[in-house]
């Protein structure tokens, strides 16, 4: 018997184990450090104590949910303050009463004692919401756009003199909150489609079309509906968001949409919204972005064959 809980328990700490090493540099930004936008630290949780399988007898985070969360229309009820049962919720499941799809890319999530979802990906030292609105997963999806790097003059593609691979760029916002240069992607709206999420999320960061009349608003979807005819998934699941807690994560679809003539998205870019830059920035292994997009970029560079 002891045997068996033994090999069990083995199991499970290998098991949670090999997810963080599917997904590199996943689980780092979310722990160990201040939480965005208050003066809360995490509690530290060491690497090896990561998984929820690992015996953590001092595991006593606080719990943290931004006032700025509360009564959104975009956000869950408050368990604690508005005394309403996290059990009524169909977690692991799309919830119709509200629209919203609870289900988890990583697959079936689980409940702590308290009927609350647990991180997939283990622990975070920092229980509630955070600045998050959904318990449990948030789903976003982000649009890669890119083209490559050009010589200004010749127009010819430019070629790292190192990998002798084709540099490629892509459409990069700089966030309102923590400064740092990002896709320019968005929570999925109850009920929305990823391809709407994406056309829309491009379009408020990157052309500023929220401060656009409704006509030259239309005129910029038209065009965008095109241009985003052919986009290719290069990640869905979990994402490393600063934001992330042992209740409430990201996970997002990342579509790659690629320029190869350079004459599709020549568009006039804006920052708007979120957004208070935007610029075609270029990529390589040394690019520093928001979560974990540089591991999105990369799959882009495997898929394009570009310079890392
Ligand atoms: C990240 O947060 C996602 O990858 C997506 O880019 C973003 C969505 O959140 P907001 O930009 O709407 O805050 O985790």
Known sequence: MLKKGLFFGICCF???FSILKQVPNMHYKCRNSQYPRSNLMRLHVPDDKVPWNVEFPDYFPISYTDP??????WADVDFEKEGANPQRISWNQIDTSLNVDRTSFTGNYRLNTDGLPMNPMGRTGIKGRGLLGRWGPNHAGDPIVTRWARDLVTKSV???????????QFVSIQRKDSKEWA????????GEMITETLKREFAEEALNCLEKTEAQRKAVNDRLDKAFKN???VYKGYVDDPRNTDNAWMETVA??????KNDIFNMNFKAGDDAIGVRWMNIDRNIKLYASHK???EKV????????
């Open 231 to 233: 986009g290719v998934e």
């Open 183 to 190: 896709i320019p992607g968005g929570m999925v709206d109850p």
């Open 295 to 297: 591991h999105f970029i």
């Open 14 to 16: 290998a098991s949670a």
């Open 301 to 308: 560079v495997q898929l394009r064959g570009a310079h890392w």
């Open 158 to 168: 430019k070629v790292d003199s190192t990998t002798k691979k084709p540099i490629l």
């Open 68 to 73: 700025s969360v509360y009564g959104k229309p």
């Open 255 to 260: 579509y790659n949409f690629h320029d190869d």
